[in-house]
């Protein structure tokens, strides 16, 4: 199972932009299904964003879209998010998460990876905080 490690999490002021990273070791992105999630204190976790790690059009929930940038490089096995206009909102524990193609789901749920339920995801980094000041 691959391994990750989110990193670039910070504290930053309403309006600002922050960069994450998701660092993938002990197998490659492209064989898995990838996602951000971020649980806000004292609030259930929230599926972001979602893309397959071979490349496809990514998921944006409806709270980020147009604001945040799912990108992947997959010659350094890396998925990272592009944080912009961050708001107040935006304040929480960052999640990548990572679900094996024909393993923990079919591989024609690999196309997109859109809206992949939480307990399908297998691997999940440690967390980044996130925090936004008004």
């Known amino acids: 199972q691959v391994r990750l490690a989110e990193s670039g999490g910070d504290s930053v002021q309403t309006g600002g932009s922050l960069r994450l990273s998701c660092a993938a070791s002990?197998?490659?992105?492209?064989?898995?299904?990838m996602a951000w999630f971020r649980q806000p204190p004292g609030k259930e976790r929230e599926d972001i964003v979602g893309?397959?790690?071979?490349?496809?059009?990514?998921y944006y929930s409806h709270s980020v879209k147009d604001r945040f940038t799912v990108s992947l490089d997959n010659a350094n096995n890396t998925m990272y998010l592009q944080l912009n206009n961050l708001i107040p909102g935006d304040t929480a524990m960052y999640y990548c998460a990572a679900a094996r193609c024909g393993e923990a789901l079919p591989y024609y749920s690999c196309k997109y990876c859109h809206q992949v339920e939480d307990y399908t995801y297998t691997s999940w980094g440690q967390g980044t905080q996130v925090t936004v000041s008004s």
């Open positions: 002990g197998d490659i992105l492209r064989s898995y299904c």
């Open positions: 893309i397959f790690g071979g490349g496809s059009i990514p």
